[in-house]
């Protein structure tokens, strides 16, 4: 499926990649609402860049690396100097090192993009001032839930981070 893959942008992915992570993301929630350990990331390390704040998004990816078996790694802007003193190239370098994958949550989609460039771990966008990837993976799943598997013709519009909504 995705792994070793980015994720920066749900355009990236192939109508085949959006069913395997949509029924891969309803077989963890049937598992996980009946109390059926499913430890996919055991042992598995994800730093999670955090230029702009989101309370959902920090509990939602720090519980979902818990719940999948492995360790979710809080980094503010404080604490990095991503950018401002050490370039973005030598940030990557680093935290892939040490690190399974990089969540980062930002403003310019251009620091993801340089980012992912540079790492040697997979990077996922957890929002920037052009995409949200995983909410409009998230919302595509409730509307699947609902409406059924078939989503052929659906339109989906993204309508900003200042709403943030799909």
Known sequence: MLKGKDLLSIHELSRDEVEE???LAQE???KQKAGIPHRLLEGK???MIFEKSSTRTRVSFEVGMYQLGGQALFLSSRDL???RGEPIKDTARVLSRYLDG???RTYGHER???LAEWADVPVINAL????HPCQA???LLTIREYKGKNLTGLKMAYVGDGNNMT
């Open 102 to 104: 990089i969540m980062i």
């Open 112 to 114: 993801i993009e340089e």
């Open 21 to 23: 992570i949509l029924s």
């Open 28 to 30: 963890l929630k049937e």
């Open 45 to 47: 390390s994800l730093g």
């Open 137 to 139: 993976l998230t919302d």
């Open 128 to 131: 920037s001032d052009l995409l």
């Open 81 to 83: 100097q991503l950018g």
